[in-house]
Nanobody, 123 residues
Framework: QVQLVESGGGLVQAGGSLRLSCAAS????????MGWFRQAPGKEREFVAA????????YYADSVKGRFTISRDNAKNTMYLQMNSLKPEDTAVYYC????????????????WGQGTQVTVSS
C-alpha cells in the first residue's frame, strides 16, 4: 500500500497563489505516476494534473494549463502543485493520488488516495 498526505491548502484571494504538497510513503516502488484531482460541492471529481514519477512527464487539464505546475522531488517522495492566478472556480477539495499507469486523467486508474485538502479562492 501507499500512503498519501496532502498539505498546503487554505484561503486565498483571486489572483493569488498556493502550493500544495503530497507526501508519499509505503510501497511507492509499485507506483508509476501521481496526480491531482479536485472536487467541488455538487460537482463530479475533476482531473487537474499528473506526472510520471521517473521521467517527470506532465499532463494538465485545459482549465489549469498555464496557471498550475505539477512537480516532484524523488528524494523526498513528495509531489507538489504550484497554483498561480487562482480563480474562484478553483475552489474545491484537492486530492493527490497514485497510479500504476504512466499517465492518466481518469480517476479509476488511480489506486491510492490522500485525504484531501481544502482550497478556497475568494472573489
Amino acid at each position: 500500500q501507499v500512503q498519501l498526505v496532502e498539505s498546503g491548502g487554505g484561503l486565498v484571494q483571486a489572483g493569488g497563489s498556493l502550493r500544495l504538497s503530497c507526501a508519499a510513503s509505503g510501497r511507492t516502488f509499485s507506483r508509476v505516476s501521481m496526480g491531482w484531482f479536485r472536487q467541488a460541492p455538487g460537482k463530479e471529481r475533476e482531473f487537474v494534473a499528473a506526472i510520471n514519477w521517473s521521467f517527470g512527464s506532465t499532463y494538465y487539464a485545459d482549465s489549469v494549463k498555464g496557471r498550475f505546475t505539477i512537480s516532484r522531488d524523488n528524494a523526498k517522495n513528495t509531489m507538489y502543485l504550484q497554483m498561480n492566478s487562482l480563480k474562484p472556480e478553483d475552489t474545491a477539495v484537492y486530492y493527490c493520488a497514485a497510479s500504476t499507469l504512466r499517465l492518466s486523467a481518469l480517476h479509476y486508474d488511480y489506486v491510492d488516495w490522500g485525504q484531501g485538502t481544502q482550497v478556497t479562492v475568494s472573489s
